[in-house]
């Protein structure tokens, strides 16, 4: 098993990505601890993972909600050697609708709760421990409605790179994954219409090269890989997983 006996702390994991990787890691030996702030979600989680999960509630919007988290985490398991900073969200918003409260939000979310995961664990992270963050492929291309979400997951990028320098003299590895159009509750969040998804995803599955929306296990795939020592010389970088839509 390629995680025995390692414990792996994800956010944002009582659905899609983070659920598929909850259950893979499980599988290849870890001790999972989700995160999440849906009480019904997080117990629907916990069926899914047939109660053999330690379940978080938990809003990454607020660092004494984090702190809380990676304290339950290290009372239950004592340590932690993988972070899936994985939790994220937006609904769509062109310019003139955009006000402070909706960066705000947007920023806390998706960078800040990012940050602030990395800097409460990384104290519980030994050498050899692996950090992964879930950014966009709206990091490389313009979509209208956008905007911030776009900005937040660049800067989670950026992060990366920052983060994973610092980190890099304690042994500990960053990097990112980057899903493309993915098939998961996310689209469902962003306050569109049945018809303005179906339209979104026609247009987007025309983009991609492989033709059709990717699936949460296969993500859950590319994280195994980071979180395990298969990466063991890989930091700083960020992998696409996009069925093509960024390069062709």
Known sequence: MKLANKVAFITGGTSGIGLETAKLFRAEGAKVAIVGSN??????????LDGDALLIEADVRKVADIERAVEQTRAKFGRIDVVFANAGAST???LEAITPEYIDNNVALNFSGIFFTIQ???????????IIVTTSFLNTIGMPGLSILAATKAAARSLVRTLGAELAPRGIRVNAISPGAISTPFYGK???????????????????????????????????????????????????????LTQF
């Open 39 to 48: 009480v019904e979600r997080l117990a629907a989680a916990a069926n899914e």
């Open 190 to 244: 962003m306050g569109l219409s049945e018809d303005q998804l179906s339209g979104v995803a026609a247009a987007l599955t025309e983009k991609i090269g492989l033709k059709r929306f990717g699936e949460p296990a296969e993500l859950a795939k590319t994280a195994l890989f980071l979180a395990s020592d298969d990466s063991s010389y890989t930091t700083g970088t960020e992998f696409v997983v996009d069925g093509g």
């Open 120 to 130: 409460k664990t990384a104290p519980l992270i030994p050498t050899g421990g692996s």
């Open 92 to 94: 769509v918003a062109p």
